[in-house]
C-alpha cells in the first residue's frame, strides 16, 4: 500500500517547499528554492491536495495519474488540480530537483468572491488525461506576469483592498488559461482529430445494441468514459467542435434515430421509447416535441 500525502493547507504545501507563508489561504511558490525531493525512494507517489493548484514545472519528474489515466504532461505545460483530487506520481525512486513554479490557494479565499460562485465554470480543473495545457513561451510570459503580481501582493501589508486584488488577479490568470485552452482546441488538431467521428460511432453503435434497453441512454460521463477522456474535457471539446453540448448532441443522436424507427408500424411510440433506453414513454414525447415541433404521433401521420 503506497503512502498517501495529504496537503489540507497552504503552509504545509509552503513547508515542504521551503517557502515562507507570507498567508495562510494562498501562495506562489518557486520550485527551485525547495530542497531536492525524494520521496523516501518511493516510485509511486499518491497526493491528495485540499487545495487549488495550479503548476507550471519544468523539469520532468514522472508520470503523473489522475485515477487510471495518464496526464499529457511535459516540460512547459500547466496542471490544475481543484480540492479533493487525487494525484500519483510514478518516478523512478530517485532524488530530483523540482523546477517551476505553482499558485495554490485554499478555498476558503474565494468564499463569497465572484470568482467562488463561478470557480466550477473553470472546467479545466476536472480534465485528466491527455488534457493538460501546453503553453507557448508568449503565454508563459503572462502567466509569470500573474503570478508575479500575486507574489507582489502577499509580500505587502494586508490592508482591505489586499484580499479583493488577490482574487481578481487570480480570476485574471483563470481567464487567460480559458483562453489558451480555446487556442488549444483549436491547434492541436492531432491530439483531438477523430474525437468527433469516435464519438459519432460510438453513439450508432450504442443504438445498434441492446445497451438502450439494459442501461438506458447513454450519458455524456459514459461516452468520455469510452473515449479515454474526462467528461469536463469531453464536454468542452464537442463544444468547441459542434456549437452544441455534448448531452445535446446526444439528443439530437437518439431524435434523428427516434425518426427512423417512427416508420416501424408494427411498434408504437411506446415500445420505441423503451427500445431507445427512456423509462417513460412521456419522456421521450416531452423531448421530440421540444426538438422536431411535433409529438412522435404526429410525425408519424405527417410521413405516411
Known amino acids: 500500500m503506497h503512502n498517501v500525502y495529504k496537503f489540507e493547507t497552504v503552509s504545509e504545501y509552503n513547508v515542504l517547499n521551503n517557502h515562507e507563508t507570507l498567508?495562510?489561504?494562498?501562495?506562489?511558490?518557486?520550485?527551485?528554492?525547495?530542497?531536492?525531493r525524494s520521496w523516501g525512494g518511493e516510485k509511486t507517489v499518491r497526493i491528495n491536495y485540499g487545495l487549488y493548484c495550479i503548476f507550471l514545472k519544468e523539469?520532468?519528474?514522472g508520470d503523473l495519474h489522475y485515477g487510471k489515466h495518464t496526464y499529457d504532461y511535459q516540460e512547459g505545460t500547466l496542471v490544475f488540480v481543484s480540492p479533493g483530487?487525487?494525484?500519483?506520481?510514478?518516478?523512478?525512486?530517485?532524488?530530483?530537483?523540482?523546477?517551476?513554479?505553482a499558485l495554490v490557494f485554499h478555498p476558503d479565499l474565494i468564499h463569497g468572491?465572484?470568482?467562488?460562485?463561478?470557480?466550477?465554470?473553470?472546467?479545466?480543473?476536472?480534465?485528466?488525461?491527455d488534457e493538460a495545457l501546453h503553453i507557448s513561451q508568449r503565454e508563459r510570459k503572462i502567466v509569470m506576469d500573474c503570478l508575479s503580481k500575486i507574489e507582489y501582493e502577499l509580500e505587502q501589508a494586508m490592508d482591505k483592498h489586499s484580499k479583493k486584488i488577490i482574487v481578481d488577479?487570480?480570476?485574471?490568470?483563470?481567464?487567460y488559461c480559458t483562453r489558451f485552452y480555446d487556442r488549444q482546441?483549436?491547434?492541436r488538431d492531432n491530439v483531438h482529430k477523430g474525437i468527433l467521428e469516435r464519438f459519432e460511432t460510438l453513439l450508432n453503435e450504442y443504438f445498434q445494441s441492446n445497451k438502450p434497453q439494459t442501461v438506458g441512454l447513454p450519458s455524456v460521463s459514459y461516452c468520455a468514459r469510452e473515449l479515454n477522456l474526462s467528461s469536463s474535457y469531453f464536454g468542452d471539446l464537442?463544444?468547441?467542435?459542434?456549437?452544441?453540448?455534448?448531452?445535446?448532441?446526444?439528443?439530437?443522436?437518439?431524435?434523428?434515430?427516434?425518426?427512423?424507427?417512427?416508420?416501424?408500424?408494427?411498434?408504437?411510440?411506446?415500445?420505441?421509447a423503451y427500445d431507445l433506453g427512456f423509462k417513460y414513454p412521456?419522456?421521450?414525447?416531452?423531448?421530440?416535441?421540444?426538438?422536431?415541433?411535433?409529438?412522435?404521433?404526429?410525425y408519424r401521420s405527417s410521413v405516411n
Request: charged share 25%; proline share 4%.
Open 23 to 36: 498567508h495562510p489561504l494562498v501562495s506562489v511558490i518557486d520550485f527551485s528554492k525547495a530542497a531536492p
Open 59 to 61: 523539469v520532468k519528474c
Open 85 to 101: 483530487q487525487v494525484v500519483t506520481i510514478e518516478t523512478t525512486g530517485e532524488i530530483y530537483q523540482p523546477k517551476g513554479y
Open 113 to 129: 468572491t465572484t470568482l467562488g460562485k463561478h470557480i466550477q465554470d473553470y472546467t479545466f480543473f476536472g480534465y485528466q488525461s
Open 169 to 175: 488577479n487570480i480570476e485574471l490568470f483563470l481567464n
Open 185 to 187: 482546441f483549436l491547434t
Open 238 to 272: 464537442i463544444k468547441k467542435e459542434t456549437g452544441k453540448t455534448a448531452q445535446e448532441y446526444i439528443q439530437a443522436k437518439v431524435i434523428d434515430v427516434a425518426k427512423e424507427r417512427i416508420f416501424d408500424q408494427s411498434k408504437s411510440v411506446s415500445e420505441i
Open 282 to 298: 412521456q419522456h421521450f414525447t416531452r423531448l421530440f416535441k421540444q426538438r422536431v415541433g411535433s409529438t412522435p404521433n404526429e
